[in-house]
C-alpha cells in the first residue's frame, strides 16, 4: 500500500505553528488555562480553512502543541498521566473542527507533535517519565541526569510507552480525518528508537496510525545537509530546511524508499514575520523544482493567536498554483 501516493499528488501545502501565544512572545508557558481556552475558542475555522483553499494549498499541517505544555485538543491519557488540575489541554477539539471545515474545501488536515514532552512543562516532563532533563534554551540532553524512576533507561521507554498512548488516545479521536503526523525532535534516534524491540520507531508509527492506518507519518531529525530518510518505519522525510532547498532524492521522488518531502518557512523564521522573506515568483520557482522531481514541498507562514494568516503569505503563495498549474 502506497500511502503516499496522494501526498505526492499533492505537491505543497501549508504548515501551521498554533502555539500558546501572547504579544511578542511565540509560546508562554505561564500564560493561564483559561486564557489558553479563549485563544484556542477564537479561531475562526471557517475563515482560516477559505485562506488555505485561497492560498491554493493542497493540504494543511496544524501543531497539537509544543513545549510550553498547551494542546489544542482533550486527551484524557495526558491528564491522567501529568496530573495537572486545570487540564492545558483545551477544552474545545480545534483539530476537529478544523478538519470539518477544511473538508468542506477539499483540502486534508495533519498534525505536528514533538517527538517528547513539552519541554518548558516540569510536571509533565517529569510525570510522563521523560527522565534525562531538558536544557530547553540549548535543546541538549544533560548526560546522566535523572529526574525520577531509576528503571528508566536510556531509551526512555517508560517515557515512550506514554507518549505512545497519549497519541494513539488522538489518533483513534480523529480517525481518518487526519490523514498523517510530523514528528518533531527526534535527534536521538539511534539511542531510542532504532531497536529491533519495542518501544522503537515501529511502535511509534503504529500509534499515531491507530485511528487511521493509512495515516502518513514522518520523524525529523533535524536540519541535516541532504534530506534523508531516518527510519523505514516513517513515510515521507520530515525534511527540515531553513535556508537552503536541497533536492535529494531520485526522480521518482523517493528517498531510501520513502516520499522526498521539505518543511521550511517562508516569513523571518518558523512562524513568524510580517512579509514573505521570498517573493511570489522564487516561492513558486522553489515549488515547480520540488514537484518536478515527485517531491513535496510545506510552506510554514505565521498564523495569529485567533487563526488568521497575514494576506501577504496568501497572496505570495496564491503564485504557486498559477505556475504549475
Not at 501565544?21 to 509560546?27: C, D, L, N
Not at 527522565?131 to 526512555?156: E, I, K
Not at 497519549?166 to 528508537?193: H, K, P, Q, T
Not at 492506518?213 to 527510519?231: C, D, E, K, R, Y
Request: negative net charge; aromatic residues 12%; charged residues 20%.
Amino acid at each position: 500500500m502506497n500511502r503516499c501516493e496522494w501526498f505526492r499528488q499533492a505537491g505543497w501545502g501549508i504548515f501551521l505553528h498554533f502555539l500558546a501565544s501572547s504579544p511578542g512572545s511565540v509560546q508562554k508557558a505561564e500564560m493561564s488555562v483559561d486564557d489558553w481556552n479563549r485563544q484556542v475558542d477564537s479561531v475562526d475555522v471557517n475563515s482560516l480553512a477559505k485562506q488555505v483553499a485561497a492560498a491554493g494549498a493542497r493540504y494543511c499541517f496544524i501543531t497539537i502543541g509544543q513545549n510550553s505544555g498547551f494542546y489544542l485538543a482533550p486527551n484524557q491519557t495526558y491528564d491522567q498521566l501529568v496530573g495537572r488540575t486545570p487540564s492545558r489541554c483545551s477544552k474545545r477539539d480545534l483539530t476537529t473542527d478544523l478538519q470539518t471545515a477544511l473538508a468542506l474545501e477539499g483540502i486534508p488536515l495533519m498534525v505536528y507533535l514533538p517527538s517528547h514532552a513539552p519541554a518548558t512543562d516540569r510536571q509533565a516532563v517529569e510525570n510522563l517519565a521523560c527522565t534525562p532533563s531538558w536544557d530547553a534554551s540549548a535543546w541538549q540532553l544533560r548526560p546522566g541526569t535523572y529526574l525520577r524512576n531509576a528503571d528508566v533507561d536510556q531509551r526512555l521507554s517508560l517515557f515512550q510507552r506514554n507518549w505512545e498512548a497519549v497519541i494513539r488516545e488522538w489518533s483513534l479521536r480523529w480517525s481518518d480525518n487526519v490523514r498523517g503526523w510530523w514528528f518533531d525532535g527526534c535527534y536521538f534516534a539511534d539511542r531510542m528508537y532504532s531497536h529491533n524491540d519495542a518501544p522503537n520507531f515501529y511502535s511509534f508509527a503504529d500509534a499515531a496510525r491507530a485511528g487511521n492506518p493509512s495515516g502518513i507519518v514522518a520523524f525529523n531529525g533535524g536540519v541535516l545537509p541532504q534530506i534523508a530518510s531516518i527510519t523505514p518505519a516513517e513515510d515521507y522525510t520530515a525534511g527540515e530546511s531553513t535556508d537552503y532547498f536541497p533536492l535529494g532524492g531520485d526522480d521518482r521522488g523517493q528517498v531510501n524508499g520513502v516520499q522526498l518531502h521539505l518543511l521550511s518557512y517562508l516569513g523571518d523564521s518558523w512562524c513568524r514575520g510580517n512579509q514573505p522573506r521570498f517573493s511570489p515568483e522564487l516561492t513558486a520557482e522553489i515549488t515547480r523544482r520540488i514537484i518536478q522531481r515527485n517531491g513535496v514541498i510545506s510552506w510554514d507562514v505565521p498564523i495569529s493567536a485567533d487563526g488568521k494568516v497575514p494576506e501577504a503569505f496568501i497572496d505570495t503563495l496564491k503564485q504557486i498554483n498559477r505556475k504549475n498549474d
